[in-house]
């Protein structure tokens, strides 16, 4: 099965560790999403590719925040000095359309918890 | 394997007609089955369900879940152009730690 894969699917950090998530998109997905969801919520952008390019990043909420997709294919999302507000959900989607479309694969998210 | 599936995969109506989405989901330890609209963005969060047999509503859309069927409907009433995107399903399993989504409904609402 080859869908949008996360890992690790679990991380629990101590307060002003680095951490860092990836995203495997589903091979020869154009566009690439993460998304930050708090429980009861729906997902709140926070950056996007097409390819490697990083089109949008404004959703990302602080500077702690950076994200790569250096070959095109698999992204990574790092929080640096992590906080317990980023305790979250934290969701990667890849689509075969560049932006415009509203079709987008999702993996099953790395939950985040700091301590 | 988990998994999370949705029927029909796509939809076209017109103004004022009434639909109904299906998901149904084999997940072990399930804690919530979750409705979102999808258009050019973020999904937007609809619904959060997680005990069976309580509708829950919000306008013209509705939504109820049956843990004994494994299976959630959402209905859209009136149904307006605005309506128009991909409704996803997704199921949260008991540790919140896994989100399985289905494919999405394509609804297409015709003026």
């Known amino acids: 099965g080859a869908g949008v894969s996360q890992s690790p699917r679990y991380k629990v950090a101590k307060r002003g560790q680095d951490v860092a998530l990836r995203c495997d998109p589903i091979s020869g997905h154009v566009s690439l999403f993460w998304y930050q969801q708090a429980l009861g919520q729906g997902p709140e952008f926070l950056t996007y590719?097409?390819?490697?390019?990083?089109?949008?990043k404004s959703g990302l909420p602080s500077d702690r925040f950076f994200a790569e997709r250096p070959e095109g294919s698999v992204s990574t999302l790092k929080i640096q000095r992590t906080q317990q507000e980023d305790s979250a959900v934290y969701l990667c989607a890849s689509s075969p359309w560049t932006s415009g479309s509203d079709e987008q694969f999702f993996g099953p998210g790395t939950r985040l918890t700091v301590l | 394997e988990d998994k999370v599936v949705q029927s029909p995969l796509s939809l076209v109506v017109h103004e004022g007609d009434t639909v109904t989405l299906n998901c149904s989901y084999e997940v072990t330890n399930f804690r919530s089955l979750l409705w979102y609209k999808q258009e050019k963005k973020a999904p937007t969060f609809l619904f959060m369900l997680?005990?069976?047999?309580i509708e829950k509503k919000s306008g013209r859309l509705s939504s109820i879940l049956d843990k004994k069927e494994l299976s959630s409907i959402l209905n859209i009433t009136a149904t307006q152009t605005g309506d128009s995107a991909i409704y996803l399903c997704a199921v949260m399993d008991n540790y919140g730690q896994n989100f399985v989504f289905g494919p999405g409904t394509r609804l297409s609402v015709l003026p």
């Open positions: 590719f097409q390819n490697e390019a990083q089109l949008d």
């Open positions: 997680t005990s069976s047999g």
